[in-house]
């Protein structure tokens, strides 16, 4: 049986594992367009300010490391063509074509970051953060660099800030939205908003970028409100999906290319996992674009078992995951009150502000919680949290939406507890136990939205 994987990174390489593993001389060829496999992109940010030493700490195999357990993994081919007809992938190998028959296909061609149609892309010093090679690039760069302003408000663009500001870096943030961080609600980015202007970070929100100038080097960033000087860019305002050669293939929206829950595709034999796909949100109950490599490893597992006739299954994702930026921890699973207007969801919001700890224990901090609740129902939509201790609630969480728990459910779970670890009443029990019907019959609610 000839396997062929077009991508050499998380969703990719974890499939070849579970073919080699399942498959006796099973013929698994993977086709990596870079030349670096089975990195921790994620890990990519904490290399701008040293806490880790260098970007090939983030190289968790080698290609040779992978050609030694029986894989042919292949550097520099990057794929151009797939006739899914006579399952062949094409491409080019240092500008040579090659042309490799399949019997199963995986594509998991991961992202990259978007470069909008801006005025004065082509000037120096104007980067992304997503690959090894961009990271080393960056980092030559900041050598001679005081000033920087970062382009976006998510993840990377937060985690790229705070490093910047550990470098002792001058920064400016440039958002065309009106807040930070715009997948959780309004009412929680406010700290988030805060903890950037402690740090001296400089925020402009509402801003639409237009453009830069400069002669070689980019000298400053327009937008439609004026034009800012600054000695180098980072572009953090998304990604979009590997997936130009797959037009054939059924695709979402963004053009991540749609999947079963075994990972197949709408094509024989092929299948598709990670960054490059649409991930079915079961709290929506439908599909969502959550590109991330907790996600992309699960479903690369379990792409490569299906490949294998181990027939598995991937429920979905909730939406769940968390970040750094300077002294918060902001984190998320399920949906927001905006998700649910859009869904159009009836749901109560409870909102609370507790500590991460015991209140008498030294160096206690606050942990501000947002949670969704379905009217009626009383199940459990989704939680945001920022502050400190944030990463033990929404683990819980997640795993309650995970078993359909309702808000009444959740005084039954027992909480770890020691004052250096947590109080007597864990801030998720603190919201459960102040709502009427939760220890009693559940009351029935009106329609409609309401603030507790």
Not at 56 to 75: Q, T, V
Not at 409 to 430: C, H, K, T
Request: proline share 4%; charged share 20%.
């Amino acid at each position: 049986m000839k396997y062929v994987i077009v991508g050499g990174d998380a969703a990719g390489m974890s499939a070849a594992m579970e073919i080699l593993r399942n498959v006796d001389d099973a013929e698994i060829t993977t086709l990596e367009r870079g030349e670096i496999y089975s990195y921790g992109q994620c890990g990519l940010p904490y290399v701008i300010d040293g806490r880790i030493s260098s970007p090939n700490n983030l190289i968790a195999r080698s290609a040779l490391e992978f050609r030694k357990r029986g894989i042919d993994a292949r550097i520099q081919h990057e794929v151009q063509e797939i006739d899914f007809e006579a399952q062949i992938v094409k491409g080019l190998y240092r500008d040579e074509a090659f042309a490799i028959p399949y019997d199963k296909l995986l594509i998991a061609t991961g992202a990259s970051p978007t470069m909008p149609n801006w005025e004065g892309t082509h000037l120096a010093n104007i980067h992304t953060v997503k690959t090894i090679p961009q990271m080393n690039e960056l980092l030559e760069s900041l050598q001679h660099t005081r000033h920087v302003t970062v382009l976006g408000a998510g993840y990377i663009a937060l985690e790229v800030v705070e490093a910047l500001r550990s470098r002792d870096l001058q920064v400016r943030l440039i958002h065309r939205g009106k807040q930070l961080m715009s997948l959780i609600d309004e009412q929680l980015a406010e700290h988030v908003l805060a903890e950037a202007q402690k740090y001296n970070v400089e925020v402009l929100l509402n801003e639409q970028v237009t453009g830069f100038i400069g002669t070689e080097t980019v000298e400053a960033v327009v937008t439609e409100q004026g034009s800012y000087p600054t000695d180098l860019v980072i572009v953090a305002t998304g990604v979009k999906p590997n997936t130009e050669f797959a037009a054939k293939l059924e695709r979402w929206d963004n053009g991540a290319i749609i999947v079963n829950e075994h990972m197949q595709t709408s094509l024989p034999n092929v299948y598709a996992a990670g960054d490059c796909v649409a991930h079915f949100n079961y709290i929506k109950g439908d599909y969502d674009y959550v590109a991330l490599g907790t996600t992309a490893n699960k479903q690369g597992r379990i792409a490569g078992l299906n490949m294998a006739d181990k027939v598995s299954r991937f429920r979905g994702v909730a939406g769940t995951a968390i970040l750094k930026f300077f002294d918060l921890a902001i984190g998320m699973t399920g949906i927001t009150s905006n998700d649910a207007d859009k869904l159009d969801i009836a749901y109560d919001v409870y909102t609370h502000t507790a500590n991460h700890i015991a209140g008498y224990y030294p160096n206690v901090r606050p942990i501000h919680l947002r949670m969704v609740v379905q009217k009626n129902t009383q199940k459990l939509l989704g939680l945001q949290a920022v502050g400190a201790g944030v990463d033990k609630r929404i683990d819980v969480f997640a795993t309650a939406l995970a078993a359909g728990m309702t808000l009444p459910d959740l005084l039954d779970i027992d909480f770890s507890y020691s004052p250096p670890f947590n109080g007597v009443w864990d801030p998720l029990l603190q919201i459960a136990k102040r709502v009427p019907g939760t220890q009693t019959i559940l009351t029935q609610f009106n329609g409609g939205a309401s603030e507790k």
